[in-house]
């Protein structure tokens, strides 16, 4: 076996201090929560604060190249031969650390105001503060059962906040939910520890990607799809997505740091870190790239037919991770990195921008509810016209450096449909992120309109109006969310230019050693072209959402045509395209009948069975000796005698034959 | 082959297996524990009379020796019985071994 290490070895004080420092946040709140009280929020968020200070430090180790070993490798013990366990930095997983850190920082500060007056102040930021940690040892880890537990404890922190409102059904059923299939991805990626560990013999990064070919085809397929499991699970891509609108019901700031950032673009990092396994098998990259397509394709078709804010934004969240899993599944690997940079930044402002809405309006979700808001809320009306313009790509903003970026390499690397895909794609973001803004922000507002006028089925709201029916007192945020909101719309907006300049810019500088190996080649419709053709659909995709909700006559026919549209909603589209249903069908429907059989039959039959039968055949034998013990002297006397004839009879007999 | 007996050595023989089968069967069907003690040393009476007819028969004492010994065991399991149907009696005030089944499993 060719040993390769990764990055530079030595010690790395720096980096050890960015790993461990959320984790002694996250024991020190959890621990002390009832005496730091209102503290908690700080002290948290200046722990992921110095976390990314640390980060920025370890920029100069973690892109040093010395004698072809990139990045810093800092080994921590020796578990099992060809299997150390270290950090690794290098610049994938320092782009990562930095964006878990910084976005993270700043919806740390977000969640002192969201949260301001929650009875469990302290243990919400525990939990933050520990899925920071989870998450660092996720993209830190320099092998794969380090990635696996990072990539487990994340799906734990998700759980817990998930369902941090533990009192709320539908929180606890969707933490539930979101666990149980992320296990289900984690499951995959043990799979593929097993076959990797059994054909090379080492689960470290550099000796896995130093000794590919020992895989062989097959091997190598079977491990990228288990791998791919893994990924699908963790960022939601089809048919694995269920969990991540219902994962919607934890606090906004857990969607936009979790749900949208960080965590569900682990799997683009696996893919990402695992490029030189997915560069070798064709067949796989086919399978991601297709998958990641259909993704981003289903997220958008469902993203337009959603009412919940927060729905409406899971849905593109989803959409906007299926492009960069398409991105990194063909081997557009910057671009897919890119566009989770990128996303990670304006996403996090739209959940943010959007919790905005949602505290003003005392937690209505409902965007048919809403309307009016951009003169009673400027602050919240420019933090999302920002980050709606970065996500549908209009140039200039973040998203269109990033995804031009994948869109071009799925044509450079043969992949037409997928190009297709993206470019469509893109018209339907921008489409149904206008179609969110205009209703949110234009017209009049809606919160004193009965639900029922609007098309609003629920029960529990029939001729009841909004908590906000008065719209002149809401209950606007103050400077502690403003702050990392206007912070964050900096990278929104200009995030992007540092994928501008081809093959000179910042971007393929900063990873030119990284995916060395990956160029690409010239593709048949130029760089400049897609941009113009997707640049296109994105217009028609906003003039279509302008015709539909924000002409003079649409804001003031408002309440009737939202009305209109929620009646006439294709079943298909209302139900997500029945995946629900599917899983629950598959599976859910599935594992209820073999635990029926088991309990109906395996349990009393074979488990309970098996000791009832040494019960009764030790019952039996007993009666068959009992039978002699029978207290009668007489009865001993004849078997003695009888005994006695045998006796004599054998010899007699054997006497007589020899 | 006749040696010192005064009669065939069948006889003898024909003579301890009646009293043998007389013995057996009295400890089978009788039910009062003394009886079957005295069957039981008929049987013995059986043996020792094989003993000693074979040793007049082959002119070797050990045969006589030995039915010494065994009367002497015949004595002293004769001594146990009776003691046993003794503290029997005392417990039970009968003597039926039918009746005294204390050891049915």
């Given at each position: 076996m060719v040993h390769h290490v990764m990055g530079v070895p030595g010690f790395y004080p720096w980096l050890l201090a960015l790993w461990l420092l959320p984790l002694l946040g996250a024991i020190v709140c959890f621990a002390f929560g009832p005496q730091l009280r209102r503290v908690a929020g700080a002290f948290a968020s200046a722990i992921v604060g110095a976390s990314f200070l640390f980060a920025v430090i370890c920029w100069g180790v973690g892109t040093q190249t010395v004698g072809g070993a990139l990045g810093a490798h800092q080994v921590l013990f020796s578990w099992l031969p060809g299997f150390d366990f270290g950090l690794l930095l290098d610049p994938l997983s320092l782009v990562w650390a930095l964006v878990i850190t910084g976005v993270g920082c700043l919806i740390h500060i977000y969640s002192i105001g969201y949260l301001?007056?929650?009875?469990?102040f302290a243990r919400f930021f525990a939990y933050m503060n520990f899925f920071i940690f989870a998450m660092l040892t996720l993209v830190l880890s320099d092998n794969f059962v380090g990635l696996l537990v990072g990539w487990a404890l994340v799906g734990l922190a998700s759980y817990f906040l998930i369902g941090y409102w533990f009192d709320r059904p539908s929180a606890v059923a969707a933490a539930r939910k979101a666990f149980v299939i992320n296990v289900v991805g984690d499951v995959g990626i043990m799979f593929a520890i097993i076959l990797i560990y059994s054909r090379i013999g080492s689960l470290s990064f550099g000796d896995v990607f130093a000794n590919v070919d020992k895989l062989g085809t097959a091997t190598l397929l079977a491990v990228l799809v288990c791998l791919f499991l893994g990924a699908a699970a963790k960022s939601a891509q089809v048919p694995l997505h269920t969990w991540l609108p219902d994962a919607?019901?934890?606090p906004t700031p857990v969607s936009a740091l979790i749900h949208a950032a960080t965590m569900v673009t682990a799997g683009v990092y696996l893919i990402a870190r695992c490029a030189p396994l997915w560069s070798a098998s064709k067949d796989a990259q086919l399978l991601v790239g297709t998958i990641g397509g259909l993704t981003a394709l289903l997220g958008a078709v469902l993203g337009m037919v959603q009412w919940d804010i927060k729905r409406i934004l899971a849905y593109s969240t989803m959409s906007q991770i299926g492009y960069m899993i398409m991105g990194v599944g063909i081997g557009a690997y910057e671009g897919g990195v890119a566009h989770f940079l990128t996303q990670a930044f304006f996403k996090a402002q739209l959940f943010l921008g959007a919790g905005l809405i949602i505290h003003a309006l005392s937690?209505?979700?409902?965007?048919?509810?809403?309307?009016?808001l951009a003169k009673k809320m400027p602050f919240a009306f420019w933090a999302m016209l920002t980050a709606v313009l970065a996500i549908s790509g209009i140039p200039g903003f973040s998203g269109f450096f990033s995804k031009d970026l994948i869109i071009y390499g799925t044509l450079a690397n043969g992949h037409p449909w997928l190009y297709a895909v993206g470019i469509l794609t893109a018209g339907i973001t921008a489409y149904y992120m206008f179609r969110l803004f205009f209703i949110t922000f234009f017209g009049t507002y809606r919160g004193d309109v009965d639900p029922s006028s609007l098309g609003i089925r629920h029960p529990e709201l029939a001729g009841v109006a909004s908590a906000h029916a008065d719209a002149e007192h809401l209950h606007m945020s103050g400077w502690v969310m403003n702050v990392p909101v206007a912070i964050l719309m900096v990278p929104t907006v200009f995030s992007g230019w540092l994928l501008f300049g081809g093959t000179h810019s910042p971007w393929a500088r900063f990873f030119v050693s990284q995916f060395a190996q990956i160029r690409l080649p010239a593709a048949p419709i130029s760089e400049g072209l897609t941009s113009v053709l997707t640049f296109v659909l994105v217009l028609a995709g906003i003039t279509v959402a302008y015709l539909r909700y924000a002409t003079p006559s649409a804001q003031r026919n408002a309440v009737e045509r939202l009305r209109r549209e929620t009646v006439g909603m294709p079943p298909v589209l209302s139900n997500a395209f029945y995946f629900d249903a599917a899983l629950d069908a598959l599976f859910v429907r599935t594992s209820q009948w073999l635990g029926y059989l088991a309990a109906r039959y395996v349990d009393p039959l074979v488990i309970d069975g098996g000791v009832r039968e040494v019960v009764i055949s030790t019952q039996w034998l007993g009666a068959l000796a009992r039978a002699f013990q029978s207290g009668l002297v007489r009865a001993y006397a004849v078997l003695l005698v009888a005994g006695a004839a045998c006796f004599i009879a054998y010899y007699a007999l054997a006497g007589g034959a020899r | 082959m006749s040696g010192a007996l005064s009669a065939p050595i069948a006889n003898y023989v024909a003579l301890s297996g009646i009293l043998f089968f007389l013995g057996v069967t009295g400890v089978l069907l009788r039910r009062n524990p003394l009886i079957m003690l005295m069957s039981i040393e008929l049987m013995f009476n059986a043996a020792n009379l094989l003993l000693v007819a074979f040793a007049r028969l082959w002119t070797q004492n050990v045969g006589q020796i030995f039915a010494f010994l065994s009367i002497t065991v015949a004595a002293a399991e004769a001594a146990i019985g009776l003691a046993i149907v003794v503290v029997v009696f005392r417990s039970a005030r009968h003597v039926d071994v039918d009746e005294t089944n204390l050891m049915k499993g």
């Open positions: 301001e007056g929650d009875r469990a919607m019901e934890g937690n209505e979700q409902d965007v048919r509810r809403m309307g009016g | -």
